[in-house]
């Protein structure tokens, strides 16, 4: 089928063409979209090249499906002309995520709500996936009450210009900067523009965004995000309180056979996850697993993984791959 990637140029499309073909998705032709800055330059999937086209040119091309990673400026204007067109949207951006008419899909967790009818799904917030991956199988032993979690984010997670901001730090070379302060040798816990409750808006979007994919007002959330100067992938510390009582070797066997976790949990080998070992892995993995001894029913985790592959490309192909397999594109 034909697939168009919006936003083929950035760090999420890149991946997304590289996850599309990896996967065997049954492409028959790409429609590379950008924004008109790009429109004629080359993209390559599977050895053949694409020349980039414009928006209105995506729609003509009458792609199956258009997976967008172009912004949420971007998504709010063109993903309903997509849509309109006939055309199945899957959105990376924030724009459509907490629109109740929209599904908000983790494919491990809730793909099953999604029907032929759903013109325009939004894919969550990097943060978000990784953490509802590791703990929805928790949460249906257990149920969770209460998250608690820090977050150790690195610079992919903004974009192209943040990379070339960490770079050229390390080389003392003058650039853009992405963000206000010097990120490399430094952290900075903010990601996001600051709400009127002293949160940042990445902060709110893994409290909301936990509770639309888990189907579950009552998990209460709360989070700390902090940009770190690493090039890829995302570590999270999380404390969750249950409302029952766990076992350490039974929380150990539920995520080890859950779908999409990977168990790398051994202190005595100081065996624990890491971005450097998640770098351009699917899955999540999970680790530092320990009862919190200052309250009951409480586990901490460590959680990490690749956040422009599960937190974004690997995610969206997920979910065209669902509605595939389901018949409904
Ligand atoms: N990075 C992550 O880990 C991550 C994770 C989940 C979701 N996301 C979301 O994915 C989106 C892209 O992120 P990124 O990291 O890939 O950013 P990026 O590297 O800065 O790339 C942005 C892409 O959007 C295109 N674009 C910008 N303005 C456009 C316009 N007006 N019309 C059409 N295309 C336009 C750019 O095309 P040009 O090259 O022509 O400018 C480029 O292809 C954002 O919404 C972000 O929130 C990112």
């Not at 890491?274 to 029913?297: C, I, T, Y």
């Amino acid at each position: 089928m034909k697939v168009a990637v919006v936003g083929a140029t950035g760090l999420v499309g890149t991946k997304m063409l590289q996850v599309l073909a990896e996967r065997n998705f049954p492409v028959t032709e790409i429609v590379p979209v950008a924004s008109e800055r790009s429109v004629g330059k080359e993209v390559e999937f599977k050895g053949v090249k694409y020349k980039i086209v414009s928006m209105a040119d995506g729609i003509a091309a009458k792609p199956a499906v258009a997976i967008f990673s172009a912004g949420g400026s971007t998504s709010l204007e063109w993903a309903p002309k997509f849509a309109e067109a006939g055309i199945t949207v899957i959105d990376n951006s924030s724009a459509w995520r907490m629109d109740p008419t929209k599904k908000l899909v983790v494919p491990e967790i809730n793909a099953d709500a999604l029907t032929a009818e759903d013109k325009i799904i939004a894919n969550p917030n990097c943060s978000t996936i990784q953490m509802v991956v590791a703990l929805n199988p928790l949460h249906q032993k257990y149920n969770i009450k209460r998250v608690v979690v820090s977050t150790y984010q690195s610079v992919t997670g903004t974009g192209k210009k943040a990379v070339d901001q960490l770079f050229n730090e390390r080389k003392g070379a003058e650039g853009e900067m992405a963000y206000k302060y010097q990120i490399d040798l430094n952290v900075i816990p903010q990601i996001d523009v600051f709400l009127d409750n002293g949160y940042t808006k990445e902060e709110m979007k893994m409290v909301k965004e936990t509770n639309k994919i888990m189907r579950d007002d009552s998990i209460r959330v709360t989070a700390t995000t902090v940009r770190i100067p690493v090039v890829g992938g995302h570590s999270e510390s999380v404390n969750v309180e249950f409302s029952k009582d766990f076992d350490l070797e039974e929380v150990k066997e539920i995520l080890r056979n859950a779908p999409g976790v990977v168990l790398q949990d051994d202190t005595a080998s100081q065996t624990y996850p890491m971005p450097l070992w998640a770098h351009e892995k699917d899955e999540v993995f999970v680790g530092r697993l320990r009862r919190d001894e200052s309250q009951p029913n409480t586990l901490n985790m460590w959680i990490v993984s690749d956040n422009l592959r599960k937190g974004a490309a690997t995610n969206a192909v997920q979910i065209a791959e669902y509605l595939q397999g389901k018949g409904l594109l």
